[in-house]
T-cell receptor, first 114, second 110 residues
């Protein structure tokens, strides 16, 4: 069966420090991978998605970047965090299959920037 | 551009009463529509998708292309339906972006 792992679960970082959130998927190959930010009143905001290694689509210009160094690994990064980067980040995957299209979510990473 | 609108941030319904969570979308092609749910302390998960035409936990949703809507309905609310509900849209094969609405928090009053 497929599983998705996301870490760290919680993170407290000072303004200006770097960030690295990691997401890995097991039990499948060539998944589509997604990073979302979940905020009260704003719902789920799509940040990045990837359809293959090294292929990243950015949805929102911001202080963050994403990379996909391996087929089942998706990393969210920042060189210098801002206060506004605080939030709950969700990684998700889906198989490219028109019959299902279901998105499977990780447990999320809560980032607090002080 | 693709967009999903959920006009209600909060919705409270008495147990046993009908429930309707509204969702409208904007997309120029043929969309795939979904409803996702997040129960307290659980992961966000798929509730149903329009292509399956299924009823899950008593919920149904019909895609109305004329009104560009995909409202979620249940005839008799149950306390365990209290959760956060998100409507989502995908453009399907070749368009892998999955866009979510802002969500509606449903509270069932005992």
């Amino acid at each position: 069966s497929q599983t998705i792992h996301q870490w760290p679960a919680t993170l407290v970082q000072p303004v200006g420090s770097p960030l690295s959130l990691e997401c890995t998927v097991e039990g499948t190959s060539n998944p589509n991978l997604y990073w979302y930010r979940q905020a009260a009143g704003r719902g789920l905001q799509l940040l990045f998605y990837s359809v293959g290694i090294g292929q990243i689509s950015s949805e929102v210009p911001q202080n963050l970047s994403a990379s996909r160094p391996q087929d089942r690994q998706f990393i969210l990064s920042s060189k210098k965090l801002l206060l506004s980067d605080s939030g709950f980040y969700l990684c998700a995957w889906r198989q490219l299959d028109r019959a299902t299209g279901e998105l499977f979510f990780g447990e999320g990473s809560r980032l607090t920037v002080l | 551009a693709q967009r999903v609108t959920q006009p209600e941030k909060l919705l409270s319904v008495f147990k046993g009463a009908p429930v309707e969570l509204k969702c409208n979308y904007s997309y120029s092609g043929s969309p795939e529509l979904f409803w996702y749910v997040q129960y307290s302390r659980q992961r966000l998960q798929l509730l149903l998708r329009h292509i399956s035409r299924e009823s899950i936990k008593g919920f149904t949703a019909d895609l109305n292309k004329g009104e560009t809507s995909f409202h979620l309905k249940k005839p008799f609310a149950q306390e365990e339906d209290s959760a956060m509900y998100y409507c989502a849209l995908s453009g399907g094969f070749g368009n892998e972006k999955l866009t979510f609405g802002t969500g509606t928090r449903l509270t069932i009053i005992p």
